[in-house]
């Protein structure tokens, strides 16, 4: 990195090593492993504030479930299970190919590690392309919280009626519509900050994928691809507590 | 003794244009950016202080409308607090400072750190944005249900403001964390780093653990205002107490990412002028831990008025005791760094003398609002906007002053007026307690915050307040005009105008744009002020 003065190019570097550096070493790190686990640790961080960004949810959810616990269960009922479910499964998967792309970039295989992000992008997408199905289900059930929101409207109109409600449930025809627009209002923003990130994922993935290709990474320099790979393995983690949470609250 | 001379390279001199400061990547240029941003900020927000300083020399409420007014009382709290207070020292000074403290040529992540001060200027338009659509009346704590379907002003403007500028203050701790652990010269181990740095430590915990939390909260009441959600609306079962829980979760760690870094400043700046190595290093370093981890219990102590139980609200008050113990034991650290110190009076030094009064009153009379009883007298009322600009401001912004004047002829290379500084630290000192003692008083005696009117009999003391004010932003506005004249006039200060130990006095002024030319070896002790350190030092 030229600094532009001439006194201070000739003097001696503040690490002298004398070999050659890794084109990939920033010239405010020493050693490319400093580099690497300054990365790594920054990415834990950073996973760290995810976690309590998350974690106000979870706090508020479960307050609410808490409370309100037989409008959880009746709304997390009229959820479909099925996308949901093939939802997680695509998920795990592409936390595997994201793994297995990062095993590559560290054995330096550049052909495998491109494909396997590419692997990982394509189930991302399904995920997504499915959520963008199951937001339409809501929006045509009226389960989208707001002044069209009507718990009830969907079941009685096709006839199917949720389940009047049986034994043991003490909360009245009103109150649970009012108090499932609070388990939507929450399922919304969750999965949505939660495909957000996904979005995200993508996008970062694409551009890793490109670097793969382009053979900026070795059996040296990989951080890059490490550190998407544990945020997207951060992300799926998230919905792995969200799919029990919103989908399954009595489902057994 | 040699004159210096100003250094031919440094790094305000490595790059000319506009250009080169926007796309630097340089932590000391990005503190400079930061520091011209949050002062053009503080005097926004203080433009609002005089608004309501003068609304309030009569009982009668005669200058503003009360909706004018509630705007302009939240519009001064959301920018002191989220785009002044919070970014100040940190972003300024320990943005500067760190690494050159620590023997790094730059923060761990150089464009993350340029990236952050991006953020928080865009999280700054959004705010202005707001202010210039109409303003804002939630009070800077937006409380639900006000803010999430009553108030018709530019709620969402605001909130997008703060949420955004959350990440920039995410990302320098972020930052600050990383560097500490990874970028130390070799042979600099965690005892022998600058207290400075152990508070940038614990401020960045708070950072990155709390801002997040604040964040999602956010985005809960932008959902339930703009799409409809109800999560804290009481009319489908929301819970309103919920949102200040999660709203003070960040909010009050945020009184310590406001003061930490100044209590970090003040112990540089003790050790400095005294000449002693500072007492009890390793308790005053744990102690800003401590405050960061008790910092998280004590969020309650906001709302024992606003519904929670009582067995909650005694644990909460017994713990907000316990701040008090890591308070202290710094307090009386520096005390005992004092005492039979070699001291001088140089203006950071005034500044600090400044500050141990203030903190001291700010810290005693939280006390009495962590106490149940009399809180429920006091909550609401003048005590606590009293109570918590004694910190915020007589603690916060003392340690930030004395650290703008402590460091400068590093930054700059050269000083500013000897004798204008000492007058600004007393005018501040002064004006200060003008301000705001008066508000305990009235406060005690029962006036509420945020009303515009008064009773006839609160004025003689609302009246000294506003001309308190006068004094004190006399005392904020003179530094502005001796700093920038020192820019092209002042004498050039030399390496270490200040005889002070620590590794960024070591390195020319203004520093290259690496800081030093080799890594420092020869690591000293902290505070190494021996008789023959500082007379060495005397002789630079």
Redesign the interface.
Known sequence: MSNGYAHAEGAPSMHGHDHAHHPALQHHFSTMSQQREAGVLGMWVFLLTEVLFFGGLFITYTLYRMWYYEAFALASKSIEIVPGLINTVVLIGSSLTMALSVRSAQTNQRKATVNWLIATIILGSVFLGIKVYEYALKFEHHHVPGATFDFFGHAEASGEGHEAPAEGVTMGRDQIQRTTQIFFSLYFVMTGLHALHMIVGIVILFIIAWMAHKGRFDSEYHAPVEMTGLYWHFVDIVWIFLFPLLYLVERH | METPVYPA?NYLT??HGLKSWLLTKDHKRIAILYLISISAFFFLGGLFAVGIRLELTTPQGDLFQPDTYNKFFTLHGVIMVFFFLIPSVPAVLGNFLIPPMIG???????R?NLLSWYIYVVGGIFTLFAIVAGGVDTGWTFYTPYSAASSSTNVVPTALGVFISGFSS?LTG??F???I???RAPGLHWFKLPLFVWAHYATSLIQ??????V???I??VF??RA?????FDP?????PV?FQH?FW?YSHPAVYIMILPALGVISEIVSTFSRKRIFGYSFVAFSSLAIAVFGFIVWAHHMFVAGITVYAAMVFSFLSFSVAIPSAVKVFNWSATLHRGSLSFEAPMLYVYGFFGLFLIGGLTGLFLATLGTDIHLHDTYFVVAHFHYIMVGGAIMGYLGGVHFWWPKMIGRMYSEFWSRISAILVFVGFNLTFFPQFVLGYMGMPRRYHMYPDEFQVLNVLSSGGAAVLGLGYLLPVIYLLYSLKYGEVAGNNPWGASGLEWRTQSPP???N????PTDIPEAYEYTPKVVREAKLV
């Not at chain 2, 009319?235 to 819970?239: E, F, I, N, V, Y």
């Open positions: 390279h490595n790059g790094a040529k730059d923060l761990a992540f150089p993350i995410i972020l930052n964390i990383v560097t652990h990874r970028m990155v653990l709390g801002t997040p939390v964040a999602i909260t985005v809960m959902a339930e799409f409809g959600f109800g999560i009319q489908r079962g929301g819970d919920l999660l979760f290259l744009t690496e030093f030319l080799e890594v």
